[in-house]
């Protein structure tokens, strides 16, 4: 019995435990994350660490459309995982990956999202070492959702932490913002419309490893990923009871993200992110590790957005382009177009 | 982007700034209401209010639809959203806006409702013609902005022959809400409500022309400047009404003068007058009955009303005694006024009229200018 990879969908059998699913997994999820550790085919990883501190992670992952500019559910579910283990300062060593089908899923698109995880894997110099596959019957789930739990090792003396912003501190951001939830909104069915950009999801790891090897004082590092830049920052300022102040002209949106934006009645500070990270750090050493991440491809477009201040409310405040100032708040509730 | 960012030039702003101030009388009140929450929503996302001295002073009016509808309606919304076989299309800042029994069109949704939202009618429209099983209701609200492409779609499914699209009419009209503001009985007798201009919703304007607001410039002897919605806009609106105050003139004049004519656009006029007809009364939340302020569906086109199609109970529901929203859409009081504001009413908690939609005077000043109440 040979997988139909071509016209091939989903069944029940390949979550039965039999022969059936023994094919899918070893066609489809050994050959693509092909590693010794999960080359042993046992039902857990084993491996030995060397001492030190460990941050260890877990993301699920549910995005319609499950292929949108840029990547799809399975980049996505690497690139979101390994960065929430870089925002540790962390090097990512391991992934698992478990699996929810539903059935009728067509095994060419399932074959298309693992190949892009093993291909986003590789990229970020992490092993997928265990994993799992379930099946659920058509109607009970979205074609496909994917958890991914990682572990990675922290560097010492490197300890960012979103309580450590201290006023007057720096606030940086490594590029454009906005990018990821543009380029999917632009294919939700009841949304579609044309916008020439690409999802930013991508591994931060290699970006974050030269940052705390120049920097290792960091204060914070984290991802602006769903809520956007304003939901982060507010977090952030609630963690470490400090203010923030931004300067809206320093704040880098890409045209076709500020069109969209404006065309949709949303503001890209709200517009969520999977490849760029903001960085808190003290005031003297923000120029250093600006020029840092600027000599990195990941981080080519990053600069100084702001500064941490003394607040007992903890606002985000900004002093907007046009020369007044504004509070950046918390998204209320989904993110809703505007009538008018 | 082109033709945006010219309009929020922030050198542009500092001279148009420095005139206001140069200009701005002392000892002269000049407090002018913003009809339209899209203007409030362009004062605090820019913080306008900064550039301004201190006698000028903003406030923000009634015009944000979604604000102002009734909760009854909402109510009614959700009842038609639970009925069986409908689908029950919505622009999106109506979905959370809760009805009486704090429910929302998003809530019915999660409880299996099948809620659409759409970015206009037209995608109602073709909702139906893909359901042909299924009765497709557009919740339609808006100003005069949006009651063309209403029109316009309960003709296009006429045309296609589509037995399962109807409208529920929520359609509100401008003049007649300005008109109750000036006539309420705080304004017009004691003064307490100092409305020294007015800026008109440009593209309210579009359709209907600058000419409605004749009567008011006349009847009630305040200026009107209708402008555009991008921050240089409304700063430069701001200066033209300051110069019809210093000069002790009250007339319409027009900032946006790159869209709007004094007559509007005939053919949708013509579109909107055959189609709708003026309800005798229709209750705006925080302002209460106001007469001939809403239009229904003609009963030639009675077959696309859905509040003909189906049955629908009346809903009347009360707001929050405590809560000011009729005082703050009148001027009376600011948002930071009321005892509500931020505590049991937020974006998330939405009590009053102002709060449930960005682009109300409640929800813009809690959204972007909270920092304001500490200076």
């Given amino acids: 019995m040979k997988l139909d990879l071509e016209n091939g969908v989903v069944e029940m059998a390949h979550g039965g435990g039999g022969r059936a699913m023994a094919k899918l997994v070893e066609d489809i999820f050994v050959r693509s994350f092909d590693n010794p550790l999960l080359n042993q085919r046992n039902d857990q990883a084993c491996f030995d660490m060397s001492a030190g501190r460990l941050a260890m992670t877990t993301d699920s992952y549910v995005i319609q459309p499950l292929f949108f500019p840029g990547g799809n559910i399975g980049s996505l ?26 059935e009728g899923l067509p095994l060419s698109d399932l074959q298309k999202i693992v190949r892009s995880m093993a291909l986003a894997a590789q990229e970020a110099g992490v ?8 099946v659920v019957e058509k109607g009970k789930g979205d074609g496909v959702f994917i958890n991914t739990a990682g572990i990675g090792r922290i560097p010492d003396g490197v300890a960012p932490s979103g309580d450590r912003a201290r006023p007057g501190d720096a606030v940086l951001i490594s590029g454009s913002l906005g990018d990821h939830g543009v380029a999917v909104m632009s294919r939700r069915e009841n949304l579609a419309f044309e916008v020439d950009i690409l999802s930013d999801s991508q591994a931060l790891n290699g970006l974050v490893a030269q940052m705390v090897a120049a920097v290792p004082g960091i204060h914070v590092l984290r991802d602006p990923t769903r809520g956007g830049l304003a939901a982060t920052l507010n977090e952030i300022a609630l963690q470490s009871c400090v203010g923030m102040e931004l300067d809206e002209r320093a704040i880098p949106v890409k045209g076709p993200v500020r069109a969209a934006c404006e065309f949709l009645g949303l503001d890209p500070l709200n517009v969520a992110n999977e490849g760029k990270l903001i960085a808190i750090c003290a005031d003297e050493e923000a120029e250093r590790l600006l020029a ?7 981080g080519s477009d990053a600069a100084i957005i702001g500064r941490v201040t003394e607040d007992a409310d903890r606002f985000v405040t900004l002093k907007t382009a046009f020369g007044g100032t504004r509070m950046v708040d918390w998204l209320a509730g989904e993110q809703l177009p505007r009538i008018c | 982007m082109k033709y945006i960012d010219e309009f929020r030039d922030g050198d542009v702003a500092k001279g148009l700034a420095s005139a206001i101030a140069h200009e701005a009388r002392p000892g002269t009140r000049y407090h002018f209401m913003e009809f339209c929450g899209g203007h409030t929503h362009a004062i605090f996302r820019y913080g306008i209010q900064d550039l301004l001295p201190p006698g000028v002073r903003m406030i923000h009016g009634p015009g944000c639809p979604v604000c102002v509808l009734p ?12 009925q069986h076989g409908v689908i029950l299309a919505s622009y999106g800042d109506m979905l959370r806006v809760p009805g009486g029994g704090r429910e929302s069109l998003l809530k019915a949704k999660a409880q299996g409702a099948d809620v659409r939202m759409v970015y206009s009618p037209a995608d109602a ?11 497709v209701v557009f919740f339609a609200i808006g100003f005069e902005t949006t009651t063309p492409p209403t029109a316009l779609a309960i003709r296009q499914a006429h045309k296609l022959g589509l037995g399962n699209f109807t409208a529920y009419c929520n359609h ?3 003049p007649s809400a300005i008109s109750s503001i000036l006539e309420s009985p705080e304004v017009r007798d004691l003064g307490t409500v100092p409305l020294d201009g007015f800026i008109g919703p440009a593209h309210v304007s579009t359709v209907i022309g600058s000419q409605p607001y004749d009567y008011f410039a006349e009847e009630y002897r305040r200026p009107v400047v209708i402008a555009g919605f ?24 027009n900032e946006f003068t790159r869209a709007v004519t004094r007559d509007g656009n005939a053919k949708a006029k013509k579109l909107v007058a055959e189609t709708f007809e003026m309800k005798r009364s229709f209750e705006w939340r925080g302002l209460g009955q106001v007469p001939y302020s809403a239009l229904r569906i003609k009963k ?16 009347n529901t009360e707001d929050h005694k405590a809560c000011a929203c009729g005082a703050i859409l009148r001027g009376l009081k600011t948002p930071a006024d009321c005892t509500l504001f931020g505590t049991a009413c937020t974006p998330e908690h939405p009590i009053g009229s102002c709060m449930v939609s960005a682009e109300g005077a409640c929800a813009a000043y809690y959204t972007f200018g909270r920092q304001r109440r500490k200076a």
Wanted: proline fraction near 5%; aromatic fraction near 6%; hydrophobic fraction near 50%.
């Fill in chain 1, 292 to 298: 840092i991440m600027r000599a990195h491809p990941k």
């Fill in chain 1, 127 to 134: 092993q997928i070492v265990t994993g799992d596959t379930k």
């Fill in chain 2, 230 to 253: 991008e921050p240089l806009d409304v700063l430069q609106a701001i200066l033209m009404l300051i110069r019809q105050v210093n000069e002790g003139r009250f007339e319409v004049e």
């Fill in chain 1, 77 to 102: 579910a690497v690139h979101g995982t390994v960065n929430d283990l870089a925002m540790a300062g962390a090097a990512p060593l391991y992934l698992s990956a478990g699996f929810i089908l539903e």
């Fill in chain 2, 172 to 174: 509100v009209l401008t």
């Fill in chain 2, 71 to 82: 909760m009854g309606r909402i109510d009614g919304a959700i009842h038609l959203a639970r």
């Fill in chain 2, 300 to 315: 030639e086109w009675g077959d696309f009303d859905a509040e003909r199609r189906f049955v629908l109970p009346e809903f």
């Fill in chain 2, 125 to 135: 429209v073709a909702l139906a013609a893909a359901n042909p099983d299924r009765q």
